[in-house]
């Protein structure tokens, strides 16, 4: 997965599924994977509860997408925007696609984009079913850029698959660490982090008290790290696993004198 600022990107927002407030964080954290060069929103904007949203379309300039629900518990906004996002595919405008929504509704299209060979990034909840979070390169949870986001009340549609805690870190770590490191241990952080992405789609440094990957591993007492500078000057981290103390030998019982 290799992205840049400049890489031009599609954000697709299931409205209907998504609050207004976190939509100023929401596009900021877009902006570290690429441009969003489309930006819409999709929702029956006709009824009460998307009247939130009106002032944050202003103010970012996301095109709103107007679908109407024609039948009773059937979600049209999903299908709108599934057919917009295979328009978009065809039309090959973009590098990767964004996906703001917490429903499983867009496994599969979040499986198909990738399948062309496109980024799909996700941005829900910490409600957001395992297979649509599993399908995207990567998913960011909304709560870690925003205290606004509410979790659905319990019993309700969204309510049906509960919040997973983070993984535990030193199992993922050790093993992203054993898994990228080279003859002689060491292993080059930015490939330690491409490790732990591909294996842990919502694998994310915020979720363990730190806002960078360098931060979390230097606060690691299992691992070692080093700086070591570049032909270009930058310095790179490199980590490793500490080796594990030897045990204590246990003491020979001594053998009485006759």
């Known amino acids: ?151 659905p009340a319990p019993g309700g549609p969204e309510d049906e698959e509960p919040a997973a805690p983070p993984p535990n870190l030193k199992r993922i770590l050790t093993t992203a660490v054993s898994g990228t490191s080279k003859d002689d241990g060491w292993s080059n952080l930015s490939e330690v982090g491409s490790y732990l992405i591909k294996s842990h789609a919502a694998f994310d440094p915020r979720d363990y008290g730190h806002s960078k990957l360098n931060e979390l591993v230097r606060a690691q007492s299992y691992l070692t790290v080093k700086d070591v500078p570049g032909p270009t000057g930058m310095s790179h981290l490199w980590v490793r696993l500490k080796a594990a103390a030897p045990k204590p030998k246990r003491a020979r019982p001594t053998q009485p004198s006759k």
């Open 1 to 151: 997965m290799t992205t840049s600022a400049a890489t031009p990107l599609a954000v697709l927002i299931d409205a209907d599924n998504t609050t207004a407030s976190v939509s100023t964080e929401l596009l900021e954290e877009v902006a570290k994977y690429g441009t969003p060069t489309i930006k819409r929103a999709y929702g029956d904007w006709t009824t009460q509860q998307l009247v939130g949203w009106k002032e944050e379309l202003l103010r970012h300039a996301i095109q709103p997408i107007q679908q109407f629900a024609y039948t009773r518990g059937k979600n049209a906004t999903d299908s709108a925007l599934i057919i917009d996002a295979m328009d978009l595919l065809y039309a090959g405008n973009v590098e990767g696609f964004v996906i703001v929504s917490s429903d499983s509704d867009f496994t599969r299209l979040a499986t198909r984009l990738r399948e062309s060979g496109l980024t799909v990034y996700g941005l829900g909840r910490r409600s957001t079913p395992a297979p649509f979070v599993a399908a995207c390169d990567r998913f960011i949870y909304l709560d870690l850029l925003s205290k606004k986001v509410q979790e």
